[in-house]
């Protein structure tokens, strides 16, 4: 299922954000941006996978309006995603530069 590949990659990204933020030895207040941005991706793809079984639950044949509450729900796993990439960027990015190039 679709789903569940992209739940694999959500915990092996999560995985890997914890294992940096303890290499990198953030501080508390950046590791709480960290999770947090994590958490939203894992709570809207949690969502869009509900929304997803209930609309093929209730609408089996093609339907425009499913069509149109699975793409919402899928674009909102995307916002949550941008946001967390931004996060990420802006709080391990200086430290990745420090430790790559510094």
């Known amino acids: 299922m679709k789903n569940e590949f992209?739940?694999?990659v959500h915990a092996i990204a999560t995985v890997i954000l914890i294992l940096l933020a303890i290499a990198l030895k953030l501080p508390p207040e950046d590791c709480l941006?960290?999770?947090s941005a994590a958490?939203?991706?894992w709570v809207t793809e949690l969502i869009n996978t509900?929304?997803?079984?209930?609309?093929d639950l209730a609408s089996p044949?093609?339907?425009e309006l499913a069509k149109i509450a699975k793409d919402t729900a899928a674009g909102?796993?995307?916002?949550?995603?941008?946001?967390a990439v931004?996060?990420?960027v802006i709080v391990l990015g200086p430290s990745l530069w420090e430790?790559?190039?510094g």
């Open 6 to 8: 992209h739940m694999r």
């Open 86 to 88: 931004a996060i990420g």
């Open 76 to 83: 909102a796993v995307l916002v949550s995603s941008v946001y």
């Open 39 to 41: 958490a939203a991706v």
């Open 99 to 101: 430790k790559l190039f």
């Open 33 to 35: 941006w960290l999770l």
């Open 50 to 55: 509900a929304i997803e079984r209930t609309v």
């Open 61 to 63: 044949d093609s339907n």
